[in-house]
Protein backbone atom coordinates (compact mmCIF):
# COMPACT_ATOMS: atom_id res chain seq x y z
CA UNK A 1 0.00 0.00 0.00
CA UNK A 2 1.18 3.57 -0.94
CA UNK A 3 1.41 5.69 2.25
CA UNK A 4 1.03 8.87 0.18
CA UNK A 5 -1.00 11.71 1.51
CA UNK A 6 -3.13 11.72 -2.14
CA UNK A 7 -3.94 7.82 -1.45
CA UNK A 8 -5.49 8.27 1.73
CA UNK A 9 -7.14 11.36 1.46
CA UNK A 10 -9.14 10.00 -2.23
CA UNK A 11 -9.66 6.42 -0.15
CA UNK A 12 -11.23 8.29 2.71
CA UNK A 13 -13.30 10.14 0.28
CA UNK A 14 -14.18 6.99 -1.59
CA UNK A 15 -15.26 5.21 1.63
CA UNK A 16 -17.15 8.34 2.87
CA UNK A 17 -19.07 8.60 -0.55
CA UNK A 18 -20.20 5.29 -0.32
CA UNK A 19 -22.08 4.77 3.04
CA UNK A 20 -22.39 7.63 5.76
CA UNK A 21 -23.32 4.46 8.27
CA UNK A 22 -22.01 5.41 11.36
CA UNK A 23 -24.07 3.35 14.19
CA UNK A 24 -25.39 0.04 13.72
CA UNK A 25 -28.54 -0.09 11.90
CA UNK A 26 -28.24 2.91 10.16
CA UNK A 27 -27.83 1.67 6.83
CA UNK A 28 -27.68 4.44 4.41
CA UNK A 29 -25.14 3.95 1.33
CA UNK A 30 -24.56 6.68 -1.56
CA UNK A 31 -24.87 4.27 -3.96
CA UNK A 32 -27.71 2.32 -3.55
CA UNK A 33 -28.51 -1.38 -4.95
CA UNK A 34 -31.58 -0.60 -6.82
CA UNK A 35 -31.98 -4.64 -8.26
CA UNK A 36 -30.36 -7.99 -7.74
CA UNK A 37 -30.82 -10.89 -10.10
CA UNK A 38 -29.71 -14.49 -9.28
CA UNK A 39 -29.42 -17.19 -11.40
CA UNK A 40 -28.20 -20.61 -11.23
CA UNK A 41 -27.93 -22.93 -14.12
CA UNK A 42 -26.48 -26.50 -14.66
CA UNK A 43 -25.97 -28.73 -17.73
CA UNK A 44 -28.19 -31.79 -18.14
CA UNK A 45 -27.21 -34.53 -20.89
CA UNK A 46 -26.17 -31.12 -22.74
CA UNK A 47 -29.02 -29.41 -21.89
CA UNK A 48 -28.91 -25.71 -19.74
CA UNK A 49 -31.54 -25.82 -17.01
CA UNK A 50 -31.73 -22.63 -15.51
CA UNK A 51 -34.01 -20.61 -12.38
CA UNK A 52 -34.06 -16.67 -11.37
CA UNK A 53 -34.86 -14.91 -8.74
CA UNK A 54 -34.46 -11.67 -8.55
CA UNK A 55 -35.24 -8.43 -5.58
CA UNK A 56 -36.51 -4.49 -6.66
CA UNK A 57 -34.99 -2.79 -3.44
CA UNK A 58 -37.33 0.61 -3.17
CA UNK A 59 -35.38 3.76 -1.60
CA UNK A 60 -36.81 6.36 0.47
CA UNK A 61 -34.82 8.94 0.76
CA UNK A 62 -31.33 7.45 2.13
CA UNK A 63 -33.32 4.64 4.03
CA UNK A 64 -34.58 1.21 2.27
CA UNK A 65 -37.96 0.72 2.62
CA UNK A 66 -39.16 -2.35 1.20
CA UNK A 67 -37.51 -5.28 -1.11
CA UNK A 68 -39.90 -6.82 -3.28
CA UNK A 69 -38.74 -10.74 -4.33
CA UNK A 70 -40.17 -12.30 -7.58
CA UNK A 71 -39.86 -16.05 -8.48
CA UNK A 72 -38.31 -17.84 -12.03
CA UNK A 73 -41.45 -16.58 -13.36
CA UNK A 74 -41.27 -13.09 -12.64
CA UNK A 75 -44.18 -13.15 -10.52
CA UNK A 76 -44.11 -10.98 -6.79
CA UNK A 77 -43.77 -13.63 -4.79
CA UNK A 78 -43.29 -11.51 -1.11
CA UNK A 79 -42.47 -8.44 0.20
CA UNK A 80 -40.44 -7.10 2.95
CA UNK A 81 -41.06 -3.93 4.35
CA UNK A 82 -38.26 -2.14 6.81
CA UNK A 83 -39.01 0.79 9.36
CA UNK A 84 -36.96 3.25 11.41
CA UNK A 85 -36.30 4.59 14.75
CA UNK A 86 -35.54 8.41 15.41
CA UNK A 87 -31.89 8.40 14.33
CA UNK A 88 -32.17 5.96 11.16
CA UNK A 89 -31.44 2.77 12.85
CA UNK A 90 -33.24 -0.41 11.54
CA UNK A 91 -35.93 -0.75 14.24
CA UNK A 92 -38.12 -3.43 12.58
CA UNK A 93 -38.47 -5.46 8.89
CA UNK A 94 -41.49 -7.69 8.39
CA UNK A 95 -43.28 -9.73 5.70
CA UNK A 96 -46.32 -11.60 5.94
CA UNK A 97 -45.52 -14.10 8.15
CA UNK A 98 -42.61 -12.86 10.03
CA UNK A 99 -41.61 -9.81 12.21
CA UNK A 100 -37.62 -8.88 12.93
CA UNK A 101 -37.55 -6.46 15.76
CA UNK A 102 -34.10 -5.05 16.40
CA UNK A 103 -32.83 -3.30 19.96
CA UNK A 104 -29.91 -1.43 20.48
CA UNK A 105 -27.85 -0.94 23.95
CA UNK A 106 -26.18 2.77 25.24
CA UNK A 107 -23.02 2.42 23.13
CA UNK A 108 -25.55 1.86 20.42
CA UNK A 109 -24.36 -1.09 19.18
CA UNK A 110 -27.09 -4.15 17.94
CA UNK A 111 -28.14 -5.90 21.11
CA UNK A 112 -30.89 -8.31 20.68
CA UNK A 113 -32.89 -9.41 17.33
CA UNK A 114 -36.35 -11.51 18.18
CA UNK A 115 -38.06 -12.67 15.51
CA UNK A 116 -41.53 -13.47 16.11
CA UNK A 117 -44.77 -14.55 14.06
CA UNK A 118 -47.13 -12.26 12.56
CA UNK A 119 -49.93 -14.20 12.98
CA UNK A 120 -49.67 -15.44 16.81
CA UNK A 121 -47.04 -12.98 18.06
CA UNK A 122 -45.25 -16.23 19.28
CA UNK A 123 -41.25 -15.54 19.30
CA UNK A 124 -39.20 -17.62 17.14
CA UNK A 125 -35.59 -16.99 17.74
CA UNK A 126 -33.53 -14.18 19.46
CA UNK A 127 -30.33 -13.65 19.29
CA UNK A 128 -28.05 -11.77 21.60
CA UNK A 129 -24.85 -10.22 20.73
CA UNK A 130 -21.70 -9.55 22.39
CA UNK A 131 -19.04 -7.61 21.70
CA UNK A 132 -15.05 -7.04 22.55
CA UNK A 133 -14.29 -3.60 22.15
CA UNK A 134 -16.46 -1.95 19.23
CA UNK A 135 -16.25 -5.43 17.38
CA UNK A 136 -19.05 -8.16 17.47
CA UNK A 137 -17.61 -11.50 19.04
CA UNK A 138 -20.17 -13.20 19.92
CA UNK A 139 -23.66 -14.27 19.11
CA UNK A 140 -25.82 -16.81 21.20
CA UNK A 141 -29.29 -17.63 19.19
CA UNK A 142 -32.13 -19.67 21.01
CA UNK A 143 -34.78 -21.01 19.01
CA UNK A 144 -37.85 -21.94 19.79
CA UNK A 145 -39.97 -23.53 17.10
CA UNK A 146 -38.50 -23.13 13.51
CA UNK A 147 -35.38 -24.14 11.85
CA UNK A 148 -34.15 -20.38 10.62
CA UNK A 149 -36.49 -17.88 9.27
CA UNK A 150 -36.35 -18.10 6.08
CA UNK A 151 -39.66 -15.95 4.94
CA UNK A 152 -38.78 -12.72 6.21
CA UNK A 153 -36.13 -11.77 3.69
CA UNK A 154 -33.69 -14.00 0.98
CA UNK A 155 -30.35 -13.02 2.22
CA UNK A 156 -29.03 -10.68 -0.21
CA UNK A 157 -26.08 -13.27 -0.82
CA UNK A 158 -28.08 -16.75 -0.79
CA UNK A 159 -26.88 -17.56 -4.40
CA UNK A 160 -23.73 -16.60 -3.63
CA UNK A 161 -23.01 -18.40 -0.51
CA UNK A 162 -22.98 -22.32 -1.71
CA UNK A 163 -26.14 -23.88 -0.63
CA UNK A 164 -25.06 -26.92 1.76
CA UNK A 165 -22.92 -24.33 4.01
CA UNK A 166 -25.91 -21.52 3.84
CA UNK A 167 -28.01 -24.52 5.98
CA UNK A 168 -25.79 -25.11 8.74
CA UNK A 169 -24.17 -21.36 8.97
CA UNK A 170 -27.27 -19.16 8.36
CA UNK A 171 -29.57 -21.59 10.41
CA UNK A 172 -30.86 -21.26 13.72
CA UNK A 173 -30.82 -24.67 15.27
CA UNK A 174 -34.51 -26.81 14.62
CA UNK A 175 -34.76 -28.00 18.24
CA UNK A 176 -37.13 -26.14 20.57
CA UNK A 177 -34.85 -23.92 23.27
CA UNK A 178 -32.02 -24.64 22.11
CA UNK A 179 -29.24 -22.88 22.05
CA UNK A 180 -26.03 -21.83 19.63
CA UNK A 181 -23.08 -19.39 20.05
CA UNK A 182 -21.13 -18.18 16.99
CA UNK A 183 -17.84 -17.04 17.90
CA UNK A 184 -16.54 -15.03 15.39
CA UNK A 185 -12.80 -13.86 14.33
CA UNK A 186 -11.44 -10.95 12.67
CA UNK A 187 -8.46 -9.28 10.74
CA UNK A 188 -8.46 -5.70 10.08
CA UNK A 189 -12.05 -5.16 9.25
CA UNK A 190 -13.44 -7.89 7.78
CA UNK A 191 -14.58 -11.44 9.74
CA UNK A 192 -12.54 -14.14 8.65
CA UNK A 193 -13.43 -17.01 10.92
CA UNK A 194 -16.84 -17.99 12.52
CA UNK A 195 -16.79 -21.20 14.66
CA UNK A 196 -20.06 -22.92 16.26
CA UNK A 197 -20.95 -24.68 19.61
CA UNK A 198 -22.51 -27.57 19.78
CA UNK A 199 -21.63 -27.58 15.92
CA UNK A 200 -18.45 -27.64 15.94
CA UNK A 201 -17.79 -26.44 12.30
CA UNK A 202 -15.69 -23.42 11.32
CA UNK A 203 -16.18 -21.21 8.19
CA UNK A 204 -12.85 -19.56 7.41
CA UNK A 205 -13.35 -16.04 4.34
CA UNK A 206 -10.69 -14.24 2.28
CA UNK A 207 -11.66 -10.85 1.06
CA UNK A 208 -10.81 -8.84 -1.60
CA UNK A 209 -10.12 -5.18 -1.48
CA UNK A 210 -13.05 -3.47 -2.92
CA UNK A 211 -15.99 -2.16 -1.05
CA UNK A 212 -18.98 -4.05 0.13
CA UNK A 213 -22.54 -2.81 -0.60
CA UNK A 214 -24.34 -5.08 1.91
CA UNK A 215 -22.31 -4.09 4.89
CA UNK A 216 -24.35 -2.56 7.84
CA UNK A 217 -27.53 -4.07 6.21
CA UNK A 218 -28.47 -5.62 9.37
CA UNK A 219 -30.31 -8.73 7.97
CA UNK A 220 -29.19 -11.03 10.77
CA UNK A 221 -32.24 -12.86 11.12
CA UNK A 222 -30.11 -15.36 8.49
CA UNK A 223 -26.60 -14.35 10.47
CA UNK A 224 -24.55 -13.46 7.58
CA UNK A 225 -22.26 -11.41 9.31
CA UNK A 226 -19.31 -12.09 7.16
CA UNK A 227 -21.16 -9.96 4.75
CA UNK A 228 -23.71 -7.69 6.85
CA UNK A 229 -20.30 -6.40 9.01
CA UNK A 230 -17.22 -6.81 6.95
CA UNK A 231 -15.81 -3.87 4.93
CA UNK A 232 -14.47 -6.39 1.68
CA UNK A 233 -15.97 -9.16 -0.44
CA UNK A 234 -15.86 -12.27 0.22
CA UNK A 235 -13.54 -14.23 -2.61
CA UNK A 236 -13.19 -17.69 -0.88
CA UNK A 237 -14.72 -19.76 1.45
CA UNK A 238 -13.81 -22.34 3.64
CA UNK A 239 -16.26 -24.93 5.24
CA UNK A 240 -14.54 -27.57 7.96
CA UNK A 241 -16.97 -30.28 10.07
CA UNK A 242 -16.31 -33.37 11.05
CA UNK A 243 -12.47 -33.32 9.56
CA UNK A 244 -14.25 -32.42 5.96
CA UNK A 245 -13.03 -29.25 4.11
CA UNK A 246 -14.74 -27.77 1.17
CA UNK A 247 -13.76 -24.57 -0.76
CA UNK A 248 -15.09 -22.40 -2.78
CA UNK A 249 -13.71 -19.68 -4.97
CA UNK A 250 -15.94 -16.79 -6.15
CA UNK A 251 -15.04 -14.40 -9.49
CA UNK A 252 -16.49 -11.08 -8.69
CA UNK A 253 -16.34 -8.04 -11.58
CA UNK A 254 -16.23 -4.43 -10.94
CA UNK A 255 -17.48 -1.26 -11.25
CA UNK A 256 -14.61 0.53 -10.21
CA UNK A 257 -14.79 -0.47 -6.27
CA UNK A 258 -18.41 -1.72 -6.86
CA UNK A 259 -19.47 -5.45 -7.46
CA UNK A 260 -21.54 -5.81 -10.06
CA UNK A 261 -21.39 -9.57 -11.01
CA UNK A 262 -20.40 -12.44 -8.56
CA UNK A 263 -19.90 -16.09 -9.90
CA UNK A 264 -19.16 -19.34 -8.60
CA UNK A 265 -19.63 -23.18 -9.22
CA UNK A 266 -20.11 -25.67 -6.65
CA UNK A 267 -21.86 -29.21 -6.85
CA UNK A 268 -25.34 -29.74 -5.64
CA UNK A 269 -27.19 -33.03 -4.94
CA UNK A 270 -30.14 -33.84 -7.49
CA UNK A 271 -32.84 -36.19 -6.90
CA UNK A 272 -31.42 -39.35 -7.62
CA UNK A 273 -29.27 -41.15 -5.22
CA UNK A 274 -25.79 -40.72 -5.45
CA UNK A 275 -25.89 -38.39 -8.45
CA UNK A 276 -24.90 -34.54 -8.27
CA UNK A 277 -24.55 -31.94 -11.00
CA UNK A 278 -22.19 -28.75 -10.76
CA UNK A 279 -24.38 -25.52 -10.45
CA UNK A 280 -22.86 -22.62 -11.84
CA UNK A 281 -24.49 -19.38 -9.41
CA UNK A 282 -24.28 -15.78 -10.38
CA UNK A 283 -25.35 -12.73 -8.71
CA UNK A 284 -26.12 -9.19 -10.87
CA UNK A 285 -26.54 -6.18 -8.96
CA UNK A 286 -27.62 -2.54 -10.67
CA UNK A 287 -27.09 0.39 -8.73
Known sequence: MKKTVALMIVTLAVAMFFTACTKDG?????????????????????????????????????????????????????????????????????????????????????????????????????????????????IDVTSNDEKGVKSVGFNPLRFVLPENAAEVVMSAPATKGSNVRYMLTWTGNNITEMTSEPFGYSVKWTYDDKINPFKGFLNLNDLTVSQTHSKNNIVRQEYVAQGNKTVWDFTINYDGKYPVKTMYQAESNTFVPGVSLMVDYVAEYTY
Open 26 to 138: QYMPSKKISKIVYTQSSKVEGLTVSKTQSEKWTWGGDLLSLIDYYDNEGDRVRTVVFRYDADKRLEEMEDATHNVKYAYNKDNRLEVIEVREVATGNLVSKMDLGYKGSKLAT
